[in-house]
């Protein structure tokens, strides 16, 4: 875990002996967390069975991120931030998640470490949530569409309306209105199929979205498409070798591939047609000569002259080619 992440964690839930009085708030803590850390009973931190734990939390992450790592650290030296957890409401020995999912998963499968270090908050549901969302907005690493879909499950699951949910995750109601249309156009199931796509940020993902209504095309035929690219990556990863880089970003370019308008052909510039020059004699119009793809066209206007150019054209041509080859031109 990094420094950062640490401090943060610790800001969180701080840990304190048994009976001790709670650390005075940190001005930057935001208020739904404090108000999850002052409902913890006795600032205790409890030794729990994981498997009294239940987990029934909105899920914030599309790809949450391999307990191995964290498992192995815990085995090793111990769970060092406790997760937060509230009473449940009907079931007795039995408490719901508010905060520390990868922590409780590396816990249960451990072979070795048989309890999670927790603190149990006096909490309801709605507060609960709160203190969930002030935990996940502190993370630095969730994606643009992560953060979409949160608020969509945040008003599918009845915690409140745009305007509410704007405020707890402190952005505009706006930008609120324009994810929801995004996952809306796309999709739930669509969006995880995809993935958290760290890298594609809202002008793209909005793109898509609009794509996907001009496509006409169906929600199966475009998850389809999203787990056979998933499954392409996994093979190249076994054959070739594993590369840098986030697979979701990958899929998402195959689903966009599969519903991006295609650009109208251009049509074949044509050339401009030459204009005719206009021939004069004796100052006066007498014809025009243009060059043609065939190659160059004069006409002369009725009359004598035009008469008399006729019978003398071939000894007029001779004499001018005869001046041509003196100049040795090609």
């Given amino acids: 875990m990094s420094d950062s992440k640490k401090k943060r964690m610790a800001m969180l839930d701080t840990l304190a002996a048994a009976g001790s009085p709670a650390p005075p708030p940190s001005l930057s803590a935001s208020r739904p967390l ?40 815990i085995e090793a030296t111990g769970q060092t931030v406790p997760i937060l957890v509230r009473r449940h409401p009907s079931q007795t020995d039995r408490y719901l998640l508010v905060y520390g999912r990868r922590r409780l998963e590396a816990v249960r499968s451990s072979d070795t470490v048989h309890t999670i270090k927790a603190l149990i908050a006096n909490l309801d549901a709605d507060h609960a949530i709160e203190a969930q969302i002030s935990e996940n907005m502190a993370r630095r690493d969730l994606s643009y569409i992560e953060k979409a879909l949160f608020a969509h499950e945040l008003i599918e699951g009845g915690f409140g309306n745009q305007t509410r949910v704007a405020e707890v995750l402190t952005v505009t109601k706006s930008s609120i209105s324009m994810a929801l249309g995004i996952i809306a156009a796309l999709g739930p199931d669509l969006v995880r199929a995809i993935g958290p796509a760290h890298a594609i940020g809202r002008p793209r993902w909005d793109a898509l979205a609009q794509a996907v209504e001009a496509s006409h095309r169906s929600q199966k035929e475009l998850i389809d498409i999203a787990e056979n690219a998933r499954d392409k990556v996994l093979v190249d990863t076994v054959v070739i070798g594993p590369e840098q880089g986030d697979t979701s970003v990958d899929v998402f370019e195959a689903v966009w591939n599969a519903v991006a308008p295609t650009a109208p052909a251009k049509p074949k510039a044509k050339k401009p047609k030459p204009l005719a020059r206009t021939l004069t004699a004796a100052g006066k119009p007498t014809g025009t000569l243009q060059r043609t793809a065939n190659g160059l066209k004069m006409e002369l206007q009725q009359g004598a002259f035009a008469d008399w150019l006729e019978g003398q054209m071939q000894t007029l041509l001779d004499e001018l080619h005869e001046r041509f080859d003196a100049r040795g031109e090609d």
Avoid at 39 to 48: G, I
Avoid at 61 to 71: E, F, I, T
């Fill in 34 to 73: 404090r108000a999850a850390r002052d409902a913890v009973d006795s600032h205790k931190v409890w030794d729990l069975d994981p498997y009294q734990i239940i987990d029934e939390r909105i899920a914030d992450r599309l790809d949450p991120a391999d307990v191995d790592d964290l498992r192995t650290s």
